[in-house]
């Protein structure tokens, strides 16, 4: 079946430019996640949805991070005026239930360049 | 806190030999452990879990992972190293009371032929 797939693969922006991130989960998977990895670290928690509701984004940087997932399906990481330090690359995951043993699966992660 | 140490960089193996690579953590609960690799632009892949039971667990592509608690570690092993194993390997945890998964820095490792 399909896995998880983000849009755009890579996006490069300018320094104060806005860019938006799509996840596409595995269907009917509950739970969904967004990770920033940097280059050669391990992937930092940003925030958590459990269907629409974000349950936890004590992991999101600053306020020009915003995340959304209206109808339980599909979410957006949103990063407003763009600097360059957001440069990184960003994972979505989503697992098929809520609870510490269930496993997220990943998508391929959205490359971020900001110039 | 949660915590992961994977305390290699990097591990070189040569192909056919058995390899190893090493975890620790530190949970204030029931510890859910996982591991994962990520292939040069690709996302992480799920290779297998500890959540309770027998200490060895197996999972994909012939890799197999111990639970040790008195030690708290979580070590990845897998019999005979193939050079498309080489990539970069994951430990993450997480406890009862937390969905974050908390993720080591990451080991390379590099299985020359």
């Known amino acids: 079946g399909a896995g998880v797939s983000q849009s755009p693969r890579y996006k490069v922006a300018k320094r104060g430019q806005d860019v938006a991130l799509r996840c596409d989960p595995i269907?009917?998977?509950?739970?969904l996640f967004w990770y920033q990895q940097a280059l050669g670290q391990g992937p930092e928690f940003l925030t958590y949805?459990?269907?629409?509701?974000?349950?936890?984004k004590s992991g999101l940087p600053s306020d020009r991070f915003f995340a959304e997932r209206p109808e339980g399906s599909v979410s957006t990481l949103k990063i407003q005026r763009t600097q360059q330090e957001d440069s990184a690359v960003y994972l979505c995951?989503?697992?098929?239930?809520?609870?510490?043993?269930?496993?997220?699966?990943f998508g391929p992660g959205t490359r971020l360049t900001v110039t | 806190a949660q915590s992961v140490a994977q305390p290699e960089d990097q591990v070189n193996v040569a192909e056919g030999n058995p390899l190893t690579v090493k975890c620790t953590y530190s949970v204030s609960g029931n510890p859910y452990l996982f591991w994962y690799v990520q292939y040069p632009n690709r996302g992480l892949q799920f290779l297998l879990k500890?959540?309770?039971?027998d200490n060895l667990v197996k999972g994909s592509y012939g890799f197999e992972a111990e639970f040790n608690k008195s030690q708290t570690s979580f070590h990845l092993k897998k019999p005979s190293a193939l050079v498309s194993d080489s990539a970069l390997y994951f430990c993450?945890?997480?406890?009862?009371?937390?969905?974050?998964?908390?993720w080591g820095a990451g080991t390379k490792l590099i299985i020359k032929p």
């Open positions: 500890y959540i309770t039971g």
């Open positions: 269907s009917g998977h509950v739970s």
């Open positions: 993450a945890v997480r406890d009862d009371s937390n969905y974050q998964l908390i």
């Open positions: 949805f459990q269907n629409e509701a974000q349950l936890d």
């Open positions: 995951a989503s697992s098929w239930k809520q609870g510490p043993s269930y496993e997220q699966y």
